[in-house]
């Protein structure tokens, strides 16, 4: 990849620009700074990168952010061979960033405390990659529309990793987001609201078999519940009894009844408290599915 070894980072001030030639862009591969001026207009030497294959060009993370008029990172959000970068190199350019005695801007400063969160979170949950792809550009969006104001950082975090596994149908609750970030659910559930209004998100609807297993492994339930509540749930959606409801509250209620048909019944409260619903809900989840015995 083209080296520019007389141009200094107007940022870090290294000589490291790379002409990235698929965008016809100029970037810092220190500090991963674009340079707003395309190669053209620069008249500025080039010589040969060092690399042990100079058939092929080489990337450094580019993963996209842009804010306002100023571009952090490459726009992009994989290499120059078309493969996706990990979200932990994105991760390590922003705290190598962050560390630079430099001058941010305010969202600037907001958008990287928000990475920081979220990456602690996909650690503390087990998210993939993905998620936490999906979540940074729904908080990007966010700071665009200047929808940041009177919602924490930590608030719009946890509605965006929510949103995010709920795309990508990763069975987290609102709640184990909630407590990993050390706030209340409900500051978590008012940043979503307002997030799927303002953003015009339409959320896919979590198949609730997806909930069983993990639900089942917490409240201690055994493989023959497990096989029986899903059972149930394929037979409930021929019926149309569960259309529209939260699918945890769903799963929670066919263990509930199957635990009774399998012979190991096991209390609400510890159901409710795995699945992350009141006692109320699963209590309401379970006639549906008593009312489908019935039938």
């Given amino acids: 990849m083209p080296v520019f070894s007389e141009r200094k980072c107007p940022r870090c001030g290294k000589n490291s620009i790379i002409l990235d030639e698929e965008l016809d862009e100029l970037f810092c591969s220190d500090c991963g700074y674009v340079i707003t001026e395309k190669y053209q207009k620069s008249g500025l030497a080039i010589t040969s990168d060092k690399s042990s294959n100079k058939n092929k060009e080489t990337s450094l993370s580019q993963n996209a952010l842009n804010i306002g008029s100023q571009t952090m990172i490459n726009p992009r959000n994989k290499d120059s061979s078309g493969k996706p970068i990990s979200t932990n190199l994105y991760f390590t350019r922003l705290r190598k960033l962050e560390n630079r005695n430099k001058t941010y801007s305010s969202a600037e400063k907001n958008l990287q405390k928000a990475i920081e969160e979220m990456s602690k979170l996909k650690d503390e949950l087990v998210l993939s990659d993905t998620i936490i792809d999906e979540a940074v550009r729904l908080y990007q969006k966010i700071i665009d529309r200047k929808l940041t104001r009177g919602y924490s950082i930590n608030a719009h975090v946890g509605a965006c990793i929510y949103a995010s596994c709920k795309i990508t149908e990763t069975p987290r609750t609102m709640e184990s987001i909630a407590n990993n970030l050390g706030m209340k659910k409900i500051e978590i559930r008012r940043s979503y609201k307002m997030m799927l209004k303002e953003l015009e998100?339409?959320?896919?609807?979590?198949?609730?078999?997806?909930?069983v297993a993990r639900i089942a492994s917490i409240a201690g339930f055994g493989e023959k519940t497990k096989r029986e509540a899903i059972k149930m749930i394929e037979q409930a959606k021929k019926t149309g009894i569960i259309?529209?409801?939260e699918p945890r509250g769903i799963a929670a209620g066919a263990l509930h009844v199957a635990g009774f048909k399998t012979?190991?019944?096991i209390s609400e409260k510890t159901i409710a408290d795995a699945s992350g619903i009141t006692v109320g809900t699963l209590i309401e989840r379970s006639k549906d599915f008593e009312k489908i015995s019935e039938w």
Avoid: A, C, N
């Fill in 243 to 245: 259309i529209g409801k």
């Fill in 263 to 265: 012979e190991e019944p």
């Fill in 201 to 211: 998100l339409k959320m896919p609807l979590s198949d609730p078999v997806r909930f």
